[in-house]
């Protein structure tokens, strides 16, 4: 079967001789919503940060069967998009337009598409108006909004998210939820928020201390207190 | 941690004494001038201010753009630290980079410290004040102005500085002149447009966000012939330096001219490097070049000082 | 994700390292103005200084690999007095046809280039040691010992705070840029954009890191204002030098002297 991602055996570590990761292996097929869990240093961002080639360990990681390695990596960057956690550090541009045309410009495509693309993307955020707006200005959770669509502009095969929910308050974050349940996209999600998990990820895997702990049906996982407690994790309810 | 784009900070043992102590003098009346103003300026809001955008400066070199074949270009920053700040700000947060960078990175020297602070954070400023407020004058206060004016600012702080770090090198015997300072010019001619295109960046964004940014640093007009004497100054200063590119015999040249040993054909052991520094262009050539760009700026400088005065009898006589 | 890579410090248990960082500036400052003053060809003196800075290294336990390979970085603007080597009028120890022209490298170029690059050489050492050895905060208590300004200090001071914060920023937008970076599967297109566009974004990115900075200044004011900042910023001034460092420092400044003698005797 053809995966979107597919990771053997990975292990990283820091150039100071931290270890990061440590024989991870995971796979995520098309159309899967998986959620990435567990304590702060457990080496969720730094197993995100694999996935589109910023980082490189030992080990195995293909994307859509691509080996993510130097020669495929702006390949890899086209069909991953990944959303990091603080937007401001992903809206570099004076306007909405420019960010979100970023992705499919850097690729060369012709301009009729890349308007195309940036309407379609912040037509999926629900951001439409707000093109020609300074993302600067914007709310958090509206950047946080359009820091999607920024990766959803490539139309990329998956859609990583690195903390979606953090910081917003109720009503922003309820809109994100809804969002992210309307996105017909292969999804994995790092993240604390175990309310969310639940309701939208029917698949969990847990990590700690830079292993894989548990990866199965998130609904069994949530009914074992021992097992949230001994990750740092709380069961929500 | 190289983060500098040219080869700007000049290590020590390449600068005469002579030449650093004067560079130190300079630098540090400068420095003292630029502390007092910004204290009347924006007293105690200075020192978080500066700090930071010092910090933003210094970070703000590591982010590049690919030009061509694995080559990228960088900020250095004192034209966007002019425009942003207003130029005595901007020559204490240029200071602080640069100092930061010799004292913990060792990009520059210590005892070179005062010319790398003169080139970069003096100089470099200067020129980027005069030059943007120049064209954005010319420009009626439009916002294309503002974007042409810190294309070029930029573009001319990087020349310029590197003029300066050349003829310092001359000057102190470690580089002849006639190759030191056209090369440099030659090299950042083209290196200053990177600083152009990602100074034109910085505005753009800053314009979209938050314009009052920019626009708060006009010079006011009771200010404006400061601009226009200090630019002028400057074009006459180059114009008197580059026949020095050209006509500077180096020290070979001067030996063979004393002892008589032009005539080559004795198949002498001394053979004089011909008065031309690329094939095929001879230093009267780089000189007219540089003399028709100085040119520009004068009658640039000389446009702008008559539309000045049109403007000062115009306000006279409305009154 | 942290950038301590950036910060030269290397805390070790050395008495190059506890030693009063007044002295260490002072001594290192004398010791590059010396070796600048030393003439070209003093090859005794230059060595003297080379071993100078070298047993300073082993005493500091830094390690002279270590050391050695930070002072490679000054060696790139070297190549900016190779014309000297053919320019410099004096015996003739080699020539080469290049085209018309025939380049002639004289003892006395050679003389001069290798004294400058020594000179560069030994001096970036000192500068390494003393920033390697000495936390940053000792340096800005040594800097207003000189007498530098106050108010440069304290813009100093600040400006190493948050640089490690922004450079972080920094690295993270760069980041955000290469995730987005990607090549696309329709054959035929130029990836990458035009380079006025390559450089509007860096310039973005650098006017959002600005920006950014330029607002957190403002909080950084407030912060200092809630907590009785007026203006002056007070420092508790570091102890007396004692007998010992002045001792120290005598004796560093007569060895530099007499290393500047011997060199003009030479």
Known sequence: MHHSIEVSHLSFSYSDGHPALHDVSLSIAPCEKVALVGPNGAGKSTLILHLNGILSGKGQVKVCSLDVNEKNVSRVRAMVGLVFQAPDDQLFSPTVYDDVAFGPLYQGLPKAEVDQRVVDALQAVGMSEYARRVSHHLSLGEK????????????????????????????????????LNDLPITMLVSTHDLLMVHELFPRMVIMDEGQVVADGETIELMKDRALLEAHGLEKPF | ???????????????????????????????????????????????????????????????????????????MGAAIATILLGPWAAVLVMTSVVSIQALIFQDGGLLALGANIFNM??????????????????????????????????????????????????????????????????????????????????????????????????????????????????????????????????????????????????????????????????????????????????????????????????????? | MHVHFLDPYRPRSSPVHALDPRLKLVLTLGFILTTALVPPGAWPVYILLLAIVLSVEIISDLGVGTVLKRSALALPFVLAAVPILFTIPGTALWSIQ??????????????????????????????????????????????????????????????????????????????????????????????????????????????????????????????????????EIRKEPLPRLGPGGWLLLGVGLSVYLILLVVSLIL
């Open chain 1, 144 to 179: 946080k909004r359009i820091a999607i669509a920024t990766v959803l502009s490539m139309q990329p095969e998956i859609l990583i998210l690195d903390e979606p929910t953090a910081g917003l308050d109720p009503r922003a974050r309820r809109s994100l939820i809804h969002l």
């Open chain 2, 1 to 75: 941690m190289h983060f500098s784009p040219a080869p700007m900070h000049i290590p020590d043992g390449f600068l005469s004494i002579l030449v650093s102590v004067v560079m130190w003098i300079l630098s540090i009346f400068a420095i003292g001038y630029s502390l007092k103003r910004v204290s009347q300026d924006i007293g105690e809001r200075q020192v978080p201010l500066m700090g930071v955008l010092a910090a933003a400066i210094f970070a703000g070199q590591m982010l590049n753009f690919a030009v061509a074949g694995g080559t990228s270009g960088h900020l």
């Open chain 2, 121 to 319: 954070a003096i100089v470099g400023v200067a020129v980027s004040y005069v030059t943007y407020q120049l064209v954005y004058r010319l420009s009626g206060k439009r916002p294309w102005g503002i974007f042409a004016g810190g294309f070029l600012a930029a573009w001319l702080s990087i020349v310029i500085t590197a003029l300066g770090v050349g003829l310092q090198l001359a000057l102190s015997g470690t580089s002849p002149a006639n190759i030191a300072i056209p090369a440099m010019a030659a090299i950042h001619a083209i290196i200053g447009i990177g600083e152009g295109l990602i100074t034109t960046g910085v505005l753009a964004f800053v314009y979209a966000t938050r314009p009052d940014l920019i626009t708060r640093q006009e010079a006011p007009p009771s200010k404006a012939g400061v601009v226009w004497v200090v630019g002028l100054l400057l074009a006459v200063a180059l114009a008197i330096l580059s026949p020095l590119a050209s006509s500077r015999p180096d020290g070979l040249e001067w030996v063979a001219e004393q002892k008589g040993f032009l005539d080559t054909a004795q198949g002498t052991v001394y053979n004089i490097i011909p008065d031309y520094v690329l094939p095929g262009v001879s230093n009267e050539a780089i000189a007219t070049v540089l003399a028709g760009i100085l040119g520009i700026i004068l009658v640039l400088g000389v446009a702008m000082g008559i539309g000045y005065l049109r403007r000062h009898r115009q306000q006279a006589s409305d009154q």
């Open chain 3, 98 to 231: 290049i085209g018309p022209w025939e380049l002639v490298l004289s003892a006395a170029g050679l003389e001069r280039f290798a004294s400058i690059a020594a000179k560069s050489w030994i001096s970036v050492q000192a500068a390494i040691i003393l920033a390697s050895s000495t936390p940053f905060p000792e340096l800005l208590a040594a800097m207003r010992a000189i007498r530098i300004p106050r108010l440069l200090v304290a813009i100093f001071s600040l400006m190493w705070r948050y640089l490690f914060v922004l450079v972080d920023e920094a690295l993270r937008l760069l980041r955000a840029r290469a995730s987005r970076s990607g090549r696309s599967d329709q054959p035929g297109l130029k990836t990458g954009g035009s380079l006025a566009w390559r450089g509007r974004v860096a310039g973005g990115m650098a006017g959002n890191l600005f920006l950014r900075a330029y607002e957190r200044s403002e909080r950084i004011y407030m912060a200092m204002l809630a907590r009785g900042y007026d203006g």
